[in-house]
């Protein structure tokens, strides 16, 4: 399976623009900038849709292993913060947080926080990114 995505980029990096698009249609030439993504924000940018992946992601992973569980979710809200730091070997993503609720009828906390951190070690997202990824799981 093979999911494309496109980025068009016009100019310099500080004076220049660019525009994402999904294969889906999902976003359509969606504009970024340097100034939006370091400075004053209002577009998109690449950190935020890799924390839009890594949340959807996860939330469909901790689904999946809830059901191998045999529970079923009510419902699973994830956020995803992408941490952006300056490296020597320049700006780098060095962490996620995923911060989770969840409503899981009959679960208890144990079987809840080992569904959660399967999921967090084995959606596709967290084993492509090379950062430090933390979570904190909450069972409403």
């Not at 941490?83 to 780098?92: H, R, V």
């Amino acid at each position: 399976m093979q999911r494309k995505s496109s980025a068009v980029w016009k100019g310099g990096l500080k004076d220049g623009k660019g525009t994402v698009s999904t294969g889906s249609g999902a976003l359509s030439n969606a504009p970024y900038s340097f100034a939006s993504r370091f400075e004053t924000g209002g577009q998109t940018d690449p950190e935020e849709l890799i924390a839009a992946a890594h949340a959807g992601c996860f939330s469909m992973a901790l689904s999946g292993q809830l059901d191998q569980a045999k529970l079923k979710a009510e419902s699973i809200a994830t956020t995803a913060a992408v941490t952006l730091e300056k490296t020597d070997a320049g700006f780098t993503v060095t962490a996620v947080h995923l911060s989770v609720r969840a409503r899981v009828p009959g679960a208890g906390k144990d079987a809840f926080d080992q569904a959660a951190n399967n999921a967090k070690a084995g959606c596709p997202i967290s084993r492509l990114l090379n950062a430090k990824i933390t979570m904190e799981a909450v069972l409403e």
